[in-house]
């Protein structure tokens, strides 16, 4: 463990500017979920959730944990022209008679 500055010394303005940079560096590194140790450059940064070094996040398509959006997901399995409604509905008239708890309901929902 390094020995703690005495009050009177303080570090010089260099010092410090290097200090805010490194640590700004090391928060944007964490944000994006790139893994970055003291011996890594910015070319050997690599992405925590997968590994891969081409991307900075899940988001990315060229990540192989890329997940689909709904729009996507839509369009891949039904194909460009299907379209999406939301209907409104009581939930006594979705739930099945036999699954109903009156106390339940009328407790939360009522």
Known sequence: ??????ATEKDD????V???QGKQRRLSDNRNGRLLS????????????C???????ARSKQCRNYKLTLDETLEKHL??????STRKLYLDSVVKKEYEEKSYYSQQFY
């Open 13 to 16: 303005m260099q010092t410090k």
């Open 51 to 57: 590994g891969e070094a081409d991307h900075n996040s």
């Open 38 to 49: 003291a011996g890594n450059s910015e070319a050997d940064v690599k992405y925590s959730s």
């Open 18 to 20: 290097d200090k805010q």
């Open 79 to 84: 194909g460009i022209s299907c379209e999406r």
């Open 1 to 6: 463990m390094p020995k703690r500055k005495k």
